[in-house]
């Protein structure tokens, strides 16, 4: 069944998406606020500054026009930053003539509200112009499928026809698509990884080997699980594709933005530096910001995350704050 889907953010993830579903048949039309970046997805095909060996089919069309691209539309996918979510979902909202199903696919909280992606789309975009909001997550490099390496994901959504829906949009030879009804789960495992992968960067930078990496990657799925069964995740969700799957392959690649500016912080260069050096968003900078804020709150104990947060906003040493974490008193695992 053709169906036709906006598809909201042209950095190396929303492309690579783009890409699959053309492949499946479908009509992509992809947003940029960037005339640059579209003039050359439309006369060249590539997108050279975010998957720089990608050739895209001429079938996918980019527009820098929102109505444009919102017109009779099935689908709405936002792959934009997570600060920019709010602001391009009220233009969605003035755009929409009919409900759809809206579909992220962005990683992240809102600073100072701490929400997650899926409460901002339902708080700008009105329920009689959505049918339902659906998480797509779990562990994936863009790099990666836009050369069809196998990867498996999870499409969450309280509404299991709409999560069901997208897993049929995505689902091909190399591309596999699980449901799942914990949005709540799915949406902080996503988030909360970045955060986690910041430190195993930090790890690597400072020489520690897999010994050290395996016990941050532990305790640090331990915090996420913590936190998310606070705000009513079900726990099993944090060993599944969007909580250990996509903590793994976070932390353990060179793909990953979040572990680069952990390395980078890990040699020794400040924030204002590792940003520099950063060419796209590594959300787990602002993330880190958002839960330790989050977790002062509610009272939730995540000493991964506030070590990490008083090297990203307090300036702390980085050798210093692993070394603090280690000297921690003893305790049970549980």
Known sequence: MLTKIALLGAGSWGTALSMVLEENGHEVRLWSHSQEQVDEINQFHTNKDYLPEAILSKKIKA????????????????????KAIRDVAKKVEASLKKPVVVIHASKGLEQET????????????????RKAVVVLSGPSHAEEVAVKDLTTITAASSDLESATFVQQLFMNDYFRVYTNKDIIGVELGAALKNIIALGAGALHGLGYGDNAKAALMTRGLAEISRLGVAFGADPLTFIGLSGVGDLIVTCTSVHSR?????????????????????DMVAEG????????ELAKERNIEMPITAAIYDVLYNQANVKEVVDSLMKRDGKSES
């Open 63 to 82: 527009f820098t026009d929102l109505t444009e691209v919102l017109d009779s539309v099935d689908a709405v996918l936002f792959v934009v930053p997570t």
């Open 114 to 129: 701490h929400k997650r992606i899926s409460i901002i789309l339902e708080e700008e975009i009105s329920a009689a112009k």
């Open 258 to 278: 979040n572990w680069q500016a952990g390395n980078f912080l890990g040699k020794g260069m400040t924030v204002t530096e590792t940003l520099a050096h950063m």
């Open 285 to 292: 900078i602002t993330t880190t910001k958002a839960v330790y």
